[in-house]
C-alpha cells in the first residue's frame, strides 16, 4: 500500500519500524518551527512573546515543539506580538497571482541567484540614493556585545563623521526607551519608530555619519532593505560566547534573569539572523581582535579608503 506524500510523513521509531505521521501532527511541527524561528529572528524569548501574547510558557514551548494545537485566534495574537501578519505563520496562497508565481520562482533558486535578483530588484525599483552618499553613511549591524557603538565611535572621531545611535533617535522620536515602547505599545509600534528614525537619520542635514543599528533591525524587511539602499553596511560579527559576556560586563543581566535557556536562545537567534545579516556589504570580526585591531580592518574596508 502506499501513502500520498501530501497526507503522511513516514519516519523509523526507536524499534526502527516505519509509521506514518498524520498530516495534522506534521502541520503542527511545521507551524511550531516556524514560530520559533519567527522569534529568533525577533530576538524575543519565549517569556518575552508568552507575555505579550497573553499565553502560558509552558504552552508556547509545547506549541513550539509541535505538541500543543492552537486555535487560529491563538495564532493571530502571537502574530500580532511578533508584529507579522498571520500568513507569516501558517503560510498559505496568496491573492496576488503575480507575487505568488514569483516567490514560487525565487524559491527554486539557490543562495547565489537569489541574492542577485534581490540586488537586482532593489536597483531596478527601491528608490536609491546615489552611491557616494550611501557610501558616506556607514551602518554597524549585528547583535548586541558585538562592538557596534565602541567601534562606531571610534569609527566616527577617525573619520570625523557624526555617530548615532538609532536606539536613541527612536527615544527622541517616540518620547520612551525601546522597553517602553515594546510594553506599553507593542512590536508593531517599534518597528514603526524605528523606520521612521533610519528614515530621519537618512535624510537629515548631515550627508556623511556612522550610525549603530539595533541587532533586530533586519527581521523587518522593508527597514533593512531601506538601510542596504542607502548605507554601507558592515556586520560586526562575534561568538555567541563572546556576545553574551560582554553584555554581562556592561552590567545588563537581562540575558540571563529567568531565563535557563538564554544560550541556547542566543545561538538560534543568531542562526536564524545570520543569513540576513551577511546581506551587508561586508562583515568584520570582532572574535581574538583587540578595538584597534578592529578599527584598521574597519577603516580599511570602506571603499572610499
Not at 501578519?85 to 525565487?106: C, F, K, W, Y
Not at 548586541?144 to 536613541?168: M, N
Request: proline residues 3%.
Amino acid at each position: 500500500m502506499t501513502c500520498r506524500g501530501s497526507e503522511n510523513r513516514i519516519v523509523k521509531d526507536n524499534k526502527s519500524t516505519v509509521k506514518p505521521v498524520p498530516a495534522g501532527e506534521s502541520l503542527l511541527m511545521r507551524i511550531g518551527e516556524r514560530i520559533r524561528n519567527l522569534r529568533a529572528i525577533r530576538g524575543m524569548s519565549r517569556k518575552a512573546l508568552a507575555k505579550d501574547a497573553e499565553v502560558s510558557e509552558r504552552f508556547l514551548a509545547d506549541l513550539e515543539s509541535g505538541v500543543g494545537n492552537a486555535s487560529i485566534m491563538l495564532l493571530n495574537r502571537l502574530a500580532d506580538a511578533l508584529a507579522l501578519p498571520l500568513t507569516e505563520i501558517v503560510g498559505g496562497d496568496d491573492t496576488r497571482a503575480d507575487l505568488s508565481l514569483s516567490v514560487q520562482l525565487l524559491s527554486r533558486l539557490n543562495d547565489a541567484d537569489l541574492q542577485e535578483s534581490r540586488q537586482w530588484l532593489q536597483a531596478r525599483f527601491a528608490t536609491n540614493a546615489d552611491d557616494s552618499a550611501r557610501l558616506s553613511r556607514i551602518a554597524l549591524i549585528g547583535l548586541r556585545g558585538a562592538g557596534k557603538s565602541t567601534l562606531g565611535r571610534k569609527l566616527a572621531t577617525a573619520l570625523q563623521y557624526p555617530f548615532v545611535e538609532l536606539d536613541q533617535t527612536i527615544e527622541e522620536l517616540s518620547g520612551m526607551d525601546s522597553t517602553q515602547i515594546h510594553s506599553m505599545l507593542g512590536q508593531s509600534a517599534y518597528r514603526r519608530y524605528e523606520f521612521d528614525a533610519l528614515r530621519s537619520i537618512v535624510i537629515g542635514a548631515s550627508k556623511q555619519l556612522v550610525v549603530a543599528v539595533p541587532g533586530s533591525i533586519v527581521s523587518e524587511a522593508d527597514t533593512f532593505n531601506y538601510l542596504l539602499t542607502h548605507c554601507f553596511t558592515i556586520w560586526i560579527k562575534a561568538s555567541p560566547e563572546e556576545h553574551m559576556s560582554r553584555v554581562i560586563a556592561q552590567g545588563d543581566m537581562r540575558p540571563m534573569s529567568g531565563n535557563r535557556e538564554a544560550m541556547s536562545d542566543l545561538k538560534r537567534i543568531l542562526a536564524t539572523r545570520d543569513p540576513l545579516y551577511a546581506k551587508a556589504d561586508t562583515a568584520i570580526s570582532t572574535s581574538d581582535r583587540s578595538v584597534d585591531q578592529t578599527l584598521e580592518e574597519l577603516i580599511k574596508s570602506i571603499p572610499r579608503f
